[in-house]
């Protein structure tokens, strides 16, 4: 059952096929770009798309998976919904790792598959799988459309639920009957969904106590993740940092919501934080989460995760409060709706010199940041720290603010996060929650694909990049000219790091015995191949690179030996970490 | 502690499958699962029964309304409700026990709903204490088969007049 009469929004009635009214759809939801793999059962889709190719840009790649991730790049970085397209049983399973990674992060995308025809559902069908059962767990919210008149409204709604509330990837399951059969047609304007109504607006009450509980407090911490730049709220948070006088840490997901380069800034918190924030987030009173979600990778041992503090939660999902950390002052509500009034509710506070109030609290982050700051040893061969620091360097000095960082799963993050200076929201685009190798190339060709005149270099790992190294053909196919710098120690390197610290150095099948040739696979495809192997190549090559108006693979021949610190082992208080 | 929690849906293929999906995939428990039809025949309501500290039971049904198909959830347990459940219960009636089966169909007002030469099949309604009081006077005398509804509650009606369930259906507009 729907809940509104499609024909109720108004508009002109027109009959068409469920193709033709999918493709309308996307047009009235502005949808220029879509990612897509075509097959049998989305056949007469894909026959519909060659008639509107001037409005809307289909991106052919090489594997479903990587269309998936591609929309998500292209969402992250642009803050729209991103859209694929894949057809039935195959096409729509390998999209699944896909759509689980934007589920875990938040990632608006709405993914059409294809589905056998209706009277064929539950027959075992050529490529028949049931997705809809198979995406309910990682999904925002799924639909088999059975009806062509029912297509106008669920696509309505799947754009609807992604991009509102804590946003998500929605899935919508097309009958190849479905998209014959024609329908009148009005899209309509408005939706109202009555089990449906996210909060946006953080209670007045809880956001009073929280104000007066930070402006009383004596070593305040702001720990910002994700909903931060999904809310787009950077600049608000970032005022109440600069109006109270707080730290602020970083999650992952929180990178680039605060500018690295503020002296208020102690880095990403977690298994590998900065010693520097994981200590201020053990020691502070009052600890302030806006958009973070208390993940095991942060909080450590749950029992030991900053033990001295009041805790005030900014959330839009409820079901993220008190779930694995109790909270003294939850507020439900968009980041950017509830920092707004408290930044108004302050201005009715009295005035107080914060900076005096915080000196002593300052003076011991700073200390902190003395005692052990981010490090690494320099040695004959090529650090991957070192490559991290002059990307960071280099692409600043050449493109300013206009870049894009999306990284791989593994070392190469872990350290892209440690040693990268992010100063602006939707400048670092990662996959956090599910951590899925073969993330960050295809992403890197959606974030291209949304902002052409910006560089994007995909920071990645040999072992990650090999898992979808097929998107080199669809970089080149569409000219996309996004760099990617291979960290490549020739091993799994985080899983190897684990086995050297907890497995007695037992090195459990992490060693690539058989690599292919990066430069030369680059070129196979058509794209640029560069190497380094030794510290000195490293900026000369990057700097070609970036001069490159092609897509192109950097081979930086990396220490194998070397870790990523500091790190909290798994299960282990934020105290205990394990320094260079 | 236990709970139990009633449920509006959209009455849609899959809510199902969703609702059981949350439980397993989040390691909740689920004791008895009830659905059925509203008044409004676009919702359905679901009366389940579950288990967990404070902190599982808030997690659940701010899990619950979380998925897009769930209209309202209500917790019942610590507000004034009814909660009823039936069994169906084959016993062995031969000629020695078949008066006193039937003696304690009517102590406990069930009703017979199937007669066989060497049995009966009793339809026993109350709450669960009940119904298993009924279980452990029929045992000795020879259950052969049971089956057991799960749990179905509403909530009472104020003193003052006010349904609140009732209100609860008004929610649902279309």
Redo the contacts between chains.
Sequence with gaps: ?L??DPRAGGGKILKKTGAEILIECLKLEGVDTIFGFPGGAVLSIYDTLLKYTEEIRHILVRHEQGAVHAADGYARSSGKVGVCLVTSGPGATNAVTGIATAYMDSVPLVVFTGQVPTMLIGNDAFQEADI??IT??CT??NY?VKDVKDLALVIKQAFH?ARTGRPGPILVDLPKDVMADTSDFSYPSKIK????NPTYQGHPGQIKRAVKLIAKAQKPLIYAGGGVILSNASKELTALAQKFTIPVTNTLMGLGSFPGTSPLFLGMLGMHGTFQANMAVTHCDVLIAVGARFDDRVTGKVENFSPHSQKIHIDI???S???NV?VDIPIVGDAKSVLKSMLKVIEEEPAQDWPRMRAEWFKKVTEWAQTSPLNYKSGPCIKPQFVIKKINEITREINGDEFIITTEVGQNQMWTAQFFTFTKPRTLITSGGLGTMGYGFPAAIGAQVAHPGKAVIDIAGDGSFQMNIQELATAVQYKLPVKVAVLNNHCLGMVRQWQQLFCDQRYSHTIFEVMPDFVKLAEAYGAVGLRATRPEEVEPVFREALSIHRPVVMDFVVDRDECVYPMVPAGAALTEMLLV | MRHVISVLVDNEPGVLSRISGLFSGRGFNIESLNVAETLDPSASRMTLVTRGNDQIIEQIIKQLNKLVNVIKVLDLTGSDYVEREMALIKVTAEATSRAEVLRMVDIFRGRVVDVSPKSYTLEITGDEKKIQAVINLLAPIGIMEIVRTGKVAITRVKKDGANSGEAREKDIEP
């Design positions: 059952m809940n509104t809809v059962g309910r767990p925002k919210h088999l639920l969904m009555r089990s449906y999902d409820p079901t409060i008190s779930k109790l």
